[in-house]
């Protein structure tokens, strides 16, 4: 609870005696002819008089409408006479709005308050005060702010310390110009005398001289039920003159609010007010439409009435999906603010009633749809005022922030004005002489219409004629119930605005020719402030409204100095705004001059926009050490994490001799190391300025380089930007595709957020489909030329093939496409051309040599369909220039047909085309026969056989100490086969000769033939020794052989119908290892325990492991031993417990054999 301590010495009691006043009843006597005039005065003002009668006293309260206005007697000089109609009293003078000047205007004339009035009362004067807020509230009126047991400092407040002399000076009635009654300031002694005093009753009271600062202890978290959503909103209790920046730290360190990129400060009357539907709807959709492409803070008073509930309403009516994203801070009196206790409290969660209990009070609500709250003490109860001074410093200070760390705009401010009241004049004043814009929402009313209609009669000399300036005199006294003076002091403010026209806009919503509101908020700040057109260029970036860049600031004959279009670029792509890239380059910027090794490196590095911190860890991978904070990424950490996530032989432009040399050479000057963590603010500047200097030769694809960029950055829209543009489309999405994939497999390694690994396996999907859609695209339109798509050699990507990178990147859909598989029969079957039975006339061919002068063959013109078919030439030179003479006299022939029929056609040459494939003579068929890849593969399989059969009967039968012939067969197919793994790991195309067996071990029949090879060889060492060691050479045979003979499902795998089989045996035992695990746990717990009770005085041997696992392993099989079951029926003297190996095999049986066996073979289907 929150008091405020009065000093006793402020107040001075007045002369009443006790005749006329009832210390018992504490109640007043006043005459009839008061209490008429009194209510005559209640009428005149539109008030409802209640009169309390007590006996023979009463006491008159007056109401005005909702407000209580409590009317009070005191500093009279007699007591009231026996005979009530004795006394007469007149009204000497009635002060609505006291003494008119703009520094007066407060909320008080919005809502058509009274300040005070006097009245006369016969010979002696008496004081009658009308107060305007007299409702109870509490407060200290601001804190320290703290959040939990933290309590950052410079946000203080203060405690109310003394009052005006001019008190209402009644025990409970009087009331304080903090707005309390005397009652509620605790620590008062009420045992004084009136004395009617000078000296400091003259004294004005105010907050900075008659409060005292000390801790919050309000604030929070808000809950506010609305149907069946909560939202939650964070507040803070704090005082009025708080240090702004403190305050901003809060919002940004403890409230976790991001920086705006633009502030909408909405300026409107208190109380309710209609607006039209058309012009409700242009409201709310223009307003949140703002706020949500700019990411902007929306600033109100935060009550529940007025232009604050229609900012909420449109919040709730068209942001429904997105509501918290949007921030909208409220900033209302503390001192209005109704169900005050149920905030107060240190770091609580408290459910709020959004509906007023007191339909008369003037206390109001919160608004549930502001999702962050600075309630503004000032010590007082129930008035307006000072937080427009705490929330104008926050808007200025908020104004000097930086949009972000590369501009040098700072955040813009714009006002929003609807309804309102002659304060909503004053704060148009203040706001646009400080150059700030006003977008003025014309038709809601009150203040804006009246704003609105000088600003439209204005002539071009800035002056009105003089029946206008008489008709908004008049549209102020009748608006406001101003007098004439008043009218006047408010009508040259008005003036005084229309000072600053250009920092003004009117939306209308009713013209024909309106604009949205959103674009008439953006265009003010446009017009109404003096930025430089790359200024107002990085303000669109920032907001990312791509309309307002095209309609007025990127249009025709505008004149740009150099290199601003290119920042303008960096700030795009560092804020990932894809459609202002998409225009700059429309504009005519040029990536390839504007993208080079410093710039790309900047974007790597960037911290603004959509960071991606998976990459620093990808880069710790790669280097195997862990990265400082200020470490900078380089392009050649950038090409380490390429080949890591492509994998296999895969070498990267970044990591390559001469992309090094080029980049050592372009930071020569620069003596630090690049990427040295120690230096990197070193080189940060350099790589600045160096962007800033005229720039080397940029990339050739600068579109790929941006891709892998998107893509390494995680964003996925600027990524699907750039695949749209540049060259190698297809390539490009298979990239993309790889990348994410692998990146998705790292997130999911790393135990990373589950959602990273689904968001990354969704990008890669997204461009895998891409790239089968191209594919598909290129194959209906031309078949050849999409064959060839996919095995042109690609410089950019490593030499690799389109094809090579989908089989590597484990592109299952794109490899099998019909195109794909053409395309792989065609390379498959070599210039052979068959369609039946290939693999039975194959075998035929290979065992009967002559059949091969009977098989048929492509011609060349068919070959020049095959990607390959560069690689065959013919080795004589006259056919080869005959088919070219053919060639070129067939092009002259179609070129003949389509001129027209006159010219004579060729015949020759037509036949010599059409008999081309039966020119091939038997020595050229014989060469292309065994080059072909499928007849390779079957004569490798057919020796591997032979191999196998032999090696089976080496094993087979007894083996002598000297090799026989069948087992030196064995021996040199398995010596030359190990030679030829060795020249695969040699041309391989990895550099390092490490990475090279690393890649070829990473297939898994080349590891399976590794482990084979390497046991034969220590069998063989072994057969040559004395009888010990040649019978375990011959026992490594046995074993070896098993796998070669698991070498055969290799073989299986090309063929359509066993592939898939053998792909699900190894999906299946990949699957089966935790069963199995699980299993073996079981079998273990178990096994010890049957074989400890059955043997407990076993010695020690490695006998006991088998014995643990032996019998256990064969019973899931279903040998139970039935025999062995209950050993004491056989033999009396069984060891003690035996009796329990039943219970516990019976329990083993039902869990491994029930459960964790059809555990597996549901798992399987």
Not at 323 to 337: A, E, H, Q
Not at 650 to 678: C, E, M, Q, V
Not at 910 to 916: A, E, L, P, S, V
Not at 1087 to 1113: C, H, M, Q, T
């Amino acid at each position: 609870m929150i008091t405020a301590q009065h000093k006793k010495e402020h107040y001075k009691e007045q002369n009443l005696s006790s005749s006329w006043y009832n210390t018992e009843t504490q109640n007043i006597y006043v005459t009839e002819a008061l209490r008429l005039r009194i209510t005559e005065l209640g009428m005149q003002l539109g008030a409802i008089v209640l009169v309390q009668y007590n006996d023979d006293n009463w006491l008159p309260i007056v109401r005005l409408h909702a407000n209580i206005i409590s009317v009070l007697l005191w500093q009279c000089s007699k007591p009231p006479p026996r005979n009530r109609d004795q006394s007469s009293t007149t009204l000497k003078e009635m002060q609505l709005f006291g003494e008119f000047s703009a520094p007066s205007l407060g909320k008080e004339a919005d809502c058509g308050a009274l300040g005070s009035f006097e009245v006369e009362l016969g010979p002696g004067q008496s004081w009658v005060v009308a107060e305007r807020k007299p409702n109870p509230g509490s407060g200290r009126r601001g804190a320290h702010v703290s959040r939990g047991l933290r309590n950052p400092g410079g946000i203080e407040s203060r405690e109310v310390s003394g009052t005006r002399r001019n008190l209402l000076s009644l025990r409970l009635l009087w009331r304080c110009c903090c707005g309390r009654l005397i009652q509620e300031h605790h620590g008062l002694d009420y045992a004084w005398t009136l004395s009617a005093t000078g000296g400091e009753g003259d004294e004005q009271w105010s907050a900075e001289k008659h409060t005292v600062k000390s801790p919050t202890d309000t604030f929070g978290t808000i809950n506010f039920q609305d149907g069946e959503h909560i939202y939650q909103s964070k507040y803070i209790r704090t005082s009025w003159d708080t240090n702004s920046e403190h305050l901003l730290h809060l919002m940004l360190k403890e409230w976790n609010m991001e920086l705006p990129k633009l502030v909408i400060s909405v300026h409107g009357g208190i109380q309710n007010f209609k607006m039209s539907s058309n012009l409700k709807e242009a409201f709310s959709q223009g307003l949140v439409k703002a706020a949500e492409t700019t990411g902007a803070w929306i600033i109100t008073e935060g009550v529940n009435s007025g232009v604050s509930k229609h900012v909420g309403d449109a919040l709730k009516a068209h942001s429904s999906k997105c509501l918290r994203k949007i921030s909208t801070v409220g900033i209302p009196p503390w001192g209005v603010i109704e169900n005050q206790r149920e905030l107060v409290g240190r770091d609580v969660v408290c459910m709020y009633q959004t509906v007023g209990g007191n339909p008369f009070s003037k206390l109001t609500t919160l608004n549930s749809m502001h999702s962050h709250f600075i309630l503004c003490d000032d010590g007082t109860v129930g008035k307006y005022g000072n937080e427009e001074k705490l929330r104008r410093n926050l808007e200025k200070h908020l104004s000097m922030q930086k949009i972000h760390s590369c501009s040098r705009q700072g955040v813009p401010v714009v006002g929003l004005v609807v309804e309102g009241g002659p304060n909503v004049i004053l704060s148009v004043w203040e706001t646009v002489k400080n150059k700030e814009p006003v977008v003025v929402c014309e038709g809601t009313g009150r203040a804006a219409d009246l704003l609105a209609f000088t600003y439209k009669h204005l002539e071009d000399g800035g002056m009105l004629r003089p029946q206008v300036k008489e008709e908004i005199i008049c549209l102020v006294q009748s608006m406001f119930n101003f007098s004439l003076r008043q009218s006047k002091h408010l009508f040259q403010i008005l003036m005084d605005c229309m000072m600053h026209k250009d920092s003004i806009t009117i939306f209308d919503a009713d013209s024909e020719e309106h604009q949205d509101l959103d674009l008439a908020i953006l265009t003010a700040l446009l017009k109404g402030t003096s930025l430089s057109v790359s200024e107002q260029l990085n303000l669109a970036i920032a907001w990312d409204r791509v309309d307002i860049a095209k309609k007025h600031i990127l249009i025709y004959g505008q004149h740009w100095k150099p290199g601003v279009l290119e920042q303008a670029m960096l700030e795009a792509l560092v804020m990932d705004r894809v459609d202002f890239v998409k225009l700059l380059i429309e504009k005519g910027v040029n990536l390839h001059r504007f993208l080079t090794i410093p710039r790309l490196e900047d974007l790597y590095n960037t911290k603004q926009g959509p960071t991606n911190m998976f990459l620093r860890h990808l880069v710790q991978d790669v280097k195997q050490h862990t990265l400082l904070s200020s470490y900078r990424i380089t392009l050649i950490d950038i090409g380490l994490v390429i080949e890591y996530l492509i994998g296999g032989a895969y070498r990267s432009s970044y990591t390559r001799k001469n992309f090094r040399i080029l980049y050592n050479n372009l930071y020569r000057k620069n003596k630090d190391k690049p990427g040295d963590s120690h230096k990197s603010k070193k080189k940060s500047k350099d790589i600045h300025s160096l962007s800033e200097e005229p720039e080397p030769a940029g990339f050739v694809y600068p579109y790929n380089e941006l891709l892998v960029w998107a893509v390494l950055m995680k964003r996925q829209k600027m990524a699907m930007f750039f695949w749209q543009h540049g060259e190698e489309t297809t390539v490009k999405a298979v990239i993309a595709s790889i990348l994410y994939r692998a990146m998705a497999r790292e997130a999911k390694e790393s135990n990373m957020v589950d959602d990273t690994s689904e968001e990354l396996e969704n990008y890669s999907e997204q461009f895998g489909q891409l790239a089968l859609d191209v594919l598909e695209k290129a194959f209906k339109q031309n078949e050849p030329m999409a064959m060839k798509l996919l095995t042109y050699e690609l410089k950019n990507w490593s030499n690799f093939t389109c094809l090579k990178l989908a089989v590597s990147g484990g592109l299952r859909p794109f490899v099998s496409h019909s195109c794909t598989q053409m395309l792989l029969t065609d390379m498959w079957m070599g210039r052979l051309k068959m369609r039946k039975n290939s693999w039975l006339k194959i075998i035929i061919s290979i065992l009967l040599p002559p059949m091969i002068l009977t098989l048929e063959f492509k011609s060349k013109a068919e070959m020049s369909q095959v990607p390959q078919s560069q690689d065959f030439q013919f080795t004589w030179n006259n056919r080869e220039q005959d088919l070219s003479t053919t060639k070129e006299n067939a092009c002259a022939k179609n070129y003949d047909l389509e001129r027209g029929p006159d010219e004579k056609l060729d015949e020759n040459v037509h036949f010599d085309i059409r008999n081309g494939p039966q020119s091939l003579p038997w020595t050229r068929r014989v060469y292309e026969f065994y080059s072909a890849p499928f007849v390779k593969f079957w004569f490798y399989t057919m020796a591997y056989l032979a191999f196998l059969m032999l090696f089976t009967y080496t094993v087979l039968v007894e083996m002598q100490p000297e090799p026989i012939v069948q087992e030196w067969y064995v021996i040199i197919y398995i010596f030359t086969n190990a030679i030829e793994k060795v020249r695969e790991i040699c041309i391989s195309e990895p550099s390092k000769f490490t990475q090279k067996v690393k890649m070829w071990l990473s297939e898994y029949w080349n590891l399976i033939e590794a482990v084979a090879t390497v046991l034969f060889l220590v069998g063989f060492g072994l057969r040559w020794g004395s009888p010990p060691l040649h019978t375990v050479g011959r026992l490594i045979y046995c074993l070896d052989i098993i796998f070669w003979f698991s070498r055969l499902m290799d073989f299986f795998a090309v063929n359509q119908h066993a592939g898939p089989y053998v792909t699900m045996v190894a999906k299946m035992a990949a699957n089966m290892f935790y069963i199995v695990i699980m299993m073996a746990i079981v079998l273990l717990s178990f096994g010890v325990a049957r074989k400890a009770i059955l043997s407990p005085n076993e010695p020690p041997s490695w006998r006991l492991a088998r014995d643990i696992v032996f019998e256990p392993y064969w019973m899931m099989y279903g040998e139970v031993y039935a025999s062995d079951i209950d050993v004491c029926e056989s033999d009396p003297s069984c060891p003690p417990g035996s009796f329990l190996t039943p219970f516990l095999q019976a329990v083993y049986l039902f869990v491994q054999y029930i459960i964790m066996v059809n555990l597996l073979i549901a798992c399987f289907k």
